[in-house]
């Protein structure tokens, strides 16, 4: 391709940007959803967090399933004052076995995530693993729906895990499926700390 073609190109595709930029004129709060069988769902998560972050917002972070697991952001984040976290104290539900104490934890996390729904001055809340919470029928998904549809206008959501419901994709503005396509701990590979914990 010659460099006229090449800026031609370029200068349509520039403009084309430069047009659904000035269309994009909404003002909102919006619901990110990450779902999928992928590694990372998580991590993203934790990414727009350090964004967040970067423009001294507040934080609030509800996290299920994972919550007796060490991890190096939770590490990480515990020094961040903006910072506000709530942990399901369960772990993982095949540690427990134990469906009543499970739902009993999940509803004692949401109590705090709905708590930061709730809150005007936190700018982002992550509800990470939550799909979960859905899935296994420890959390009423109306409820949670009700709260999301009610949280102050300007408020960011970020909702994490797999096989995410259709009324979690419906209420959120973007939604990423990560796709597994391999995974280290199927070669037997231990979670390495700063990469899986």
Known sequence: MSDDK???????KKDHIDARIEQANID???IVLLTGNGKGKSSSSLGMVCRALGYDMKIGIAKFLKGVQDTGEDAFLAKQPNVQTAFMKTGFTWDTQDKEYDTAMAIETWQKA?????????????LDELTYMISYKYLDEQMILDTLNNRPK????VITGRAASQ???DIADTVSEIKDIKHAFRADIRAQKGIDL
């Not at 709905?114 to 992550?126: A, H, K, M, N, R």
């Not at 300007?154 to 959501?157: G, N, T």
Request: cysteine-free.
């Open 154 to 157: 300007y408020q960011h959501v």
């Open 28 to 30: 909102k709060g919006i």
């Open 114 to 126: 709905q708590d930061y729904l709730e809150d005007e001055s936190i700018d982002l809340v992550v």
């Open 167 to 169: 009324s979690l994709i």
């Open 6 to 12: 090449y800026k031609q190109r370029m200068q349509r």
